[in-house]
């Protein structure tokens, strides 16, 4: 044995035996006190049920993604709040004897308080919940806790089936108000569409289309009119220098060729333009004017004689034919520039008009965006709550039928036969040991606390003094006669301490 | 042992037997240890030896006219706590017996005067003092007297059942007709001799301080050639007569009682008794 326990050994003997009076006071009174607090000690019967949530049954994968089945994360919370409301606790406390129908509204109050006390309700495993009851009376306890569990069940039934109901019935609400906010919309659109004829798709492009088209023909036609001016000039310039007669013509002569030369620029132009466009029709009218004069020329000349027709065409023959050439290409410069200036100014105001309506058409764009949008918002909302509409009526169904998450009751609450919690004889046996244990402690304690040297070991190693003697207490054989007294009285003590509990037990056993 | 005293101290102790009706087997060993622990060189040992001798045979022949009353029991010792030659608790009698070697070891003269202290009062400083007289007694040659110092509380006179109104010290202190033969007591034990405290003083430190004190340890320790004085005083650390016999003394032994006394209470003791004259400590019931 280790030296140093070897020495509290001893010293635990030595103090316990010069304290003995207080060794043997407090054991009697720390036996005693045990055996008295486990005598009166209330018993505890506890009842208890479990009772299985399943949440995985077989229509749960068959149901995977359109129903939802009740999910309860923390089950002990909600089975307390279930089974802690007055409804559920009057009707368990009716049912187990508590109280009856008749009790006034204190008794109930008093009693739901009591039995609120007793209720333990935890997660005793992941699906598992346990409802324990606590009372004196093991019948009590049972009946209670079967009571409590089979209210529980049918409230949590209910309840789920109200929390289903109640999601169908704001889910559909949600959809009747989309509906109309989705044909308000339509609506809308509709009148838009009604008012805007020119707001369809791809009407902004078209347009655009067109002003550069005429952007580019405007642009062609100018550069045109600048060339014609510039020829226009040139043959004025021209003829101002030309002789003025050189050559003789006839004047239905002068008429033919003045119509050959229509005529060409007639089929040139048919080959870009229709038949109704200006120039084709201002030349068509010209040639018109020129056959009619030729016409009259020749039914004159019909009628004239020889020497008429020489004069005239000695008449026509005053006039140079370079300077008829000349005058003939100014001349339908001039009608070509008036024409092209017309075909500019018409082309202007067409590009005017569809700048004008392109800016209209974005307007009319923009409003139809946002309306569209409105649409197809409500619209997408509106599908969506159609789709879990139906989701909640089937999980409504899935919970009116039992199917979702079911309560099973795993054990059934049963009649407790042994109390739980210390017992007695939990107190016997601690009082047996604690009764030596407390006085042996606070003796110890006490050596070490008051300072006092009790060991010679500190005397010759600490302080160094020289150690003649270690001389001991020889007990005289009075004191030898007593000493064996006193240790008969304090074995005494220990033995009706023992004897105490001994009886205390049998009475126990014996009830 | 020489022949001469082996015939002596066996003849001593025939007589001795006849006398006190118990044999003190263990007087010759005692009486040669205690002349065994003298530290003699070998050149002067048989000169020392015959002066010794001479001493011893004196000493035994006048502590041998000691007159004794009705000895003790063993019974009796027994009861009183009393240690004697014959008890059956050995080790405890060869504690004290060792004791009282190591005692006479340490000092160089005989007949030195030794004060028996407590570090605090009911350290049991009176049993050992008790114990130690008559550890000394059992020597036949010699002698010693237990002095009860603890004026206040005294207790060697109830252990050594002598009546209070017997005259003690205070009385021959202060009485001029009082001489210390009067106030010497038998104690049952032989060649024991017990002095009682007398009549409690209050000014009992003015009486230790005076002439004729000195004079009254001096005729004491006088009074035979083998005689040893044990003087039981009070706890050194509570009372200032214990300080003031402590001058009186040749060697002091501090009894530390267990579980009644602090390491600081015994380091004052300790420094209060002074090294010189500290002979050791004695452990009661550690």
Known sequence: MNAEISEILSLLRREIWDKRRVFAALYLITSLAFLGVGWFWPKSYTSSSAILVDQFNILRPLMEGTAVTTDVVDRARIARQIISSRGAMEEALVTSGWVTENSTELEKEKAIVAVGKMVEVRNAGRNLLSIAVKNADPEVAYKTASAITDVFIEHSISAKQKESQDAYDFINGQVEEYQEKLQVAEQALKDFHTANVDARPGS????????????????????????????????????????????????????????????????????????????????????????????????????????????????????????????????????????????????????????????????????????????????????????????????????????????????????????????????????????????????????????????????????????????????????????TFKKSIILFVILLSWALYGYAAWLRIAG | MSKLESAFSKALREHAQKESGGVDQHAAADNLAASDSQPVSEETSKAVSKARMKDIVSAKSQIKNMSHRLLLSEEEMAAKRLIY?????????????????????????????????????????????????????????????????????????????????????????????????????????????????????????????????????GEVVERYPERYPIIDAPSINESADARILLELCDRVILVIPYGLCTTDQIKAAAQIIGKQKLAGVVLNQF
């Open chain 1, 204 to 483: 902004q492009d078209e347009v655009n289309g067109r002003i550069m088209e005429l952007r580019r023909r405007m642009e062609a036609t100018q550069l045109e009119v600048r060339e014609l001016k510039i020829r226009k000039e040139t043959l004025q310039k021209q003829l101002s220098g030309e002789a003025a007669i050189t050559e003789n013509l006839t004047r239905e002569g002068q008429y033919r060729e003045r119509l050959a030369a229509l005529e060409e620029q007639l089929s040139t132009l048919r080959l870009s333009y229709l038949d109704t466009y200006p120039d084709i029709v201002r030349i068509k009218t010209q040639i018109a004017t020129i056959e009619t004069a030729l016409l009259k020329e020749q039914e004159s000349n019909a009628g004239l004689s020889v020497a008429d027709k020489e004069r005239g065409i000695s008449q026509a023959a005053t006039t140079s034919l370079l300077y008829q050439e000349l005058r003939s290409q100014a001349s339908a410069a001039e009608t070509q520039l008036a024409s092209l200036t017309a075909r500019l100014e018409e082309t202007k105001q067409l590009l005017a008009v569809e700048e004008e309506r392109i800016i209209r058409i974005n307007d009319v764009e923009a409003k139809l965006a946002q309306l569209t949008r409105d649409y197809q918002v409500n619209q997408e909302l509106y599908q969506s709550l159609l789709r879990q509409r139906e989701n909640a009526r089937i999980s409504m169904n899935i919970d009116k039928e039992n199917q979702g998450m079911t309560f099973k009751v795993q054990e059934h609450a049963a009649l407790p036969l042994t109390p739980e919690g210390i017992r007695f004889a939990h107190f016997l046996a601690a009082g047996a040991i604690l009764s030596f244990m407390l006085p042996l402690c606070l003796i110890y304690g006490v050596t070490l606390i008051d300072q006092k040297v009790r060991s010679e070991k500190l005397i010759t190693e600490g302080m160094g003094l020289p150690v003649l003697a270690s001389v001991y207490h020889v007990n005289t054989p009075t004191e030898y006669t007593l000493n």
């Open chain 2, 85 to 217: 030659p014959r008890m059956k608790d050995k080790e405890l009698l060869n504690i004290y017996r060792n004791l009282r070697t190591k005692l006479l070891a340490s000092s160089a003269s005989s007949n030195f005067t030794t004060l028996v202290t407590s570090v605090v009062s009911g350290g049991g400083s009176s049993l050992v003092s008790a114990n130690l007289a008559a550890t000394f007694a059992f020597d036949e040659g010699k002698t010693s007297l237990l002095i009860e110092g603890n004026v206040h509380t005294p207790s060697l006179a109830g252990l050594f059942e002598l009546d209070n109104e017997k005259p003690g010290l205070m009385d021959c202190l202060e009485s001029e007709e009082l001489h210390v033969a009067d106030i010497l007591y038998e104690t049952g034990v032989p060649r024991l001799r017990f002095m009682p405290s007398g009549r409690s003083q209050e000014n009992s430190a003015e009486y230790f301080t005076s002439e004729k004190m000195k004079s009254v340890i």
